[in-house]
C-alpha cells in the first residue's frame, strides 16, 4: 500500500479548520483545466501520447514554485485500494482514480502533489492544476494556482484559441478552464428547511452545487460543494467575485438558521445533537452515510457550542478517515461491506474516546 | 447576336469546331443546337468519371459540415455526441460552426474574455543560448587579454540584453 505519511501533513492540512470560517466552510478549491497543444486529447490519446504528456510534465516541474519538491504517484500503476484512498482523500478525482467500471484507470495517469497544490496527469485533460485550501480562501487558492499555471504555460505550450480560450475535452470546461468550489456545512438552512430557496437561488445565479465529490456525487450529511457553472464568458475575476459574494451570503443565511433553530427548538435540537454524539460514541455498526449525518449533527452542535471540548479538525478528519479505503488502509487489508461498517463504528468510537474527557 | 443557322432566334450556343485544320466559329441559338446534336443544358453527369468527381465534390462539402472528421485525431460529431467529449484541440476548428452554437447553449456565450495566453516561445530559448554562449566568450577574451574583442563583445551583449 502507497504510503502517504510523506506529503506535508497527509495532503490534508485543507481539513484542519485553520482558515476563514472554518466551521461553516471546510474548504476551498480551485483547479483549472489545461491541454498540451499537439497531443490528442487524454480519452482519444494513445498510450504512447500520454506518456509523452507526462514526461514533459514532469520535466517541467522542478522549475515551478510550489510543486519543485513534490510527492508523485502514477495512478496507473496503483491498486484500485490505493487510488481509492488518493481519491478519497480529495487528492485526484474518481476520472483519474478509474473508479468506475465504464471509466478504467489510463496508461499515464498520475498525480504530482506540493502543499496544498497538484497536479493531475492525463484526466479528462492532459493537465488539471489544482489549489486546496482550508475554509473559505477562494483567493488565496487562486492566487497560488494561478503563479503555477503561469510558469508551467510558459514551460509547455497549452491549446489555446483566440475566441474560445483554454481548449478542454468537454465543452463545459472552455474558456477559463476554471472551476471553484467551496465545500459548505449547511445543516442549519436544511433544518429550517430554508435550504431549496438557497439552492434555486444559486442556479439563478449561475452557480451549481454538488456532493462531497463533485460531480456526480450525492449530497449527505448536508455537505455542499457550491461551483461556477460556467467558464466561458466572463474573465477570471469575475467568476471568482461572484462565487465569493454568493457564498458570503449564504455563510449569513447558515448562521442566521442556525440562530433560529437555538431561539425557536433550543431543547429540541439541544438533545437531537446529543443523540447523534452518542449513536458515533457508542454505535458497533456504522454506514457512511449514518456516519456523515451523525457527524453533520456533532459538527452543528459544536458550532452552536451546545457540545464543548470537541475540535472540527477532529470531525473533519474523521469524515475522511472513516471511509471504506481508508479504513480498508488502516486495518491492512480489504474489506466486506458489513465489515467495514463494524471497522468505521470502531474508528469513529476510538477518535472521539481520545478527546471524550474534555467534552462537555 | 442572331443565330448563324436559323437567323430567327438570339444565338445561346457558341459553338468552335476544327475541321481539316480550320478553326470555325459558330453562333446558334438552342433549338439549332440541339438540331445539330450539341448537348446545351448543364445535366447530371453520366459517366463514371463523372459520378466520382460528384461524390468527391459531395465528401468535400460533408467535410466542412458536421458530417466531417477532424484531421488531427480523426473524430467525428457522431463520437461527440456518443462521448460528450472532443477528441483534440483541432476539433474546436473542425467544427467551428456547431461549436459556437453549442457554447452558447452551454454557457450563454461563446466568446473567452479571460486570460490571453500567449505558448513559450522557443526563440526566447535560443536567445537565452545565444547570451549566455557571448557571457562566456566575453569571460575568456578578458581573461586572455584581448580587450578589443572583449569591448565588441560587450556591445552585442548589451544590444542583445
Redesign the interface.
Known sequence: MIDLSLLPDGGVRWLDASGPHGDIVLSTRVRLARNVEGFAFTGRARDGERLRVLAMVRDSLPAIEGLAEHISFRVDELSPVDRALLHERHLVSKELAGLDVQHPVKTGAAVFLGDGLGVMVNEEDHLRLQALRSGFALQEAYASLESVDRSLGSRLPYSFHPEFGFLTACPTNVGTGLRASVLIHLPGLVLTKEIGKVLAGLQQMGLTYRGLYGEGSEVVGNFFQISNQTTLGSAEEELLDKLLNVVAHVIEREQEARKVLLRDAGYIIEDKLWRAYGTLRYARSLTFDEAMNYLSGVRLAVGLKLINGLSVYTLNKLLIFSQAAHLAYAEGRTLAESDTNLARARYVRTTLEEESGSVR | MLCDNCGERDAAVHLTTIVNNEVRQQHLCEKCAAERGVETTVAKPKHPLGDFLHAVQQQAIAATSEAGRCS??G?TMNDFRT???????RC??TFESS?RE??RR????????????M??QPELDERATILGELKERLRRAIESEQFELAADLRDRIRVME
Open positions: 488531427f485525431c473524430a462521448t460528450g467529449r472532443w477528441g483534440c484541440a474546436y476548428a461549436m453549442l457554447l452551454v454557457h450563454g456565450n461563446s466568446r473567452h474574455v479571460g486570460i490571453v495566453y505558448p513559450p
